[in-house]
Every structure is written in C-alpha cells, then in structure tokens.
C-alpha cells in the first residue's frame, strides 16, 4: 500500500505560481509512474501532468509551458511548478500513482493509488 500526502496548494493572484509536492510512502516510489489531477467546482477530474520512471512526461494541453512536473526519488516526493496561474487552473489538486511504471497514462483509472488532494485557488 502506498500513501501519498499532497501540499503546497493556497491562494495565490492569476499570474503568480506555486509549488505543489507529494510525498509517499514505501520503497518502491521509484518504480511509479507519478500523475496529477484536477478537479474544478462542478467538473469533473481531469489529467494535468504526469511523469514515469525514467522521467519522461506528458501535460494536458492548457498547462504545457506553464506548469512543469518533476520528481526526486530520494525524497519519495514528485513535485509540480505552476508559473503563470489562470483562474480557471482554480481547482483540488491530486497526485496519483501507477504501479506500472513506465506508462504516461492520463487515464485516471490506470491510477492504482492516490492522495486527498489539496486545494489552489487563483484569484484576479
């Protein structure tokens, strides 16, 4: 079982950035493939980034050069940097895990494990 805690959400002005990170539990967090997720009031969760074992990565169009994903797996910690902050990335944020490793899924069902979230909230 691996458990994963998200932080680094807040409020922050459109323009602005933020740093979320994810720890987890267990020695295995290297072999992951490492994903976050959003999900706006009265939408539903959608992909944002993800990144596998060998950390390569992959970004839902709308944050491709803003937000960046990265890991460091001595720390057990996958992180996401998000630059230039809209109102519409207002959201919870949540970081999954896929035990397959390899895979740059943006399926949230290919997601074996995942956190509680924590909350971004973008104003103007």
């Known amino acids: 079982q691996v458990q994963l805690v998200e932080s680094g959400g807040g409020l922050v002005q459109a323009g602005g950035s933020l740093r979320l990170s994810c720890a987890a539990s267990g020695r295995t967090f290297r072999t992951y493939t490492m994903g976050w997720f959003r999900q706006a009031p009265g939408k539903e969760r959608e992909f944002v980034a993800t990144?596998?074992?060998?950390?390569?990565?992959r970004y839902v169009d709308s944050v491709k050069g803003r937000f960046t994903i990265s890991r460091d797996n001595d720390k057990n910690t996958v992180y996401m940097q998000m630059n230039s902050l809209k109102l519409e990335d207002t959201a919870v944020y949540y970081c999954?895990?896929?035990?397959?490793?390899?895979?740059?899924?943006?399926?949230?069902?290919?997601?074996?494990?995942w956190g509680q979230g924590t909350q971004v909230t973008v104003s103007s």
């Open positions: 999954a895990a896929d035990q397959s490793g390899w895979a740059l899924s943006q399926l949230q069902y290919d997601y074996d494990y």
């Open positions: 990144i596998n074992r060998g950390g390569s990565t």
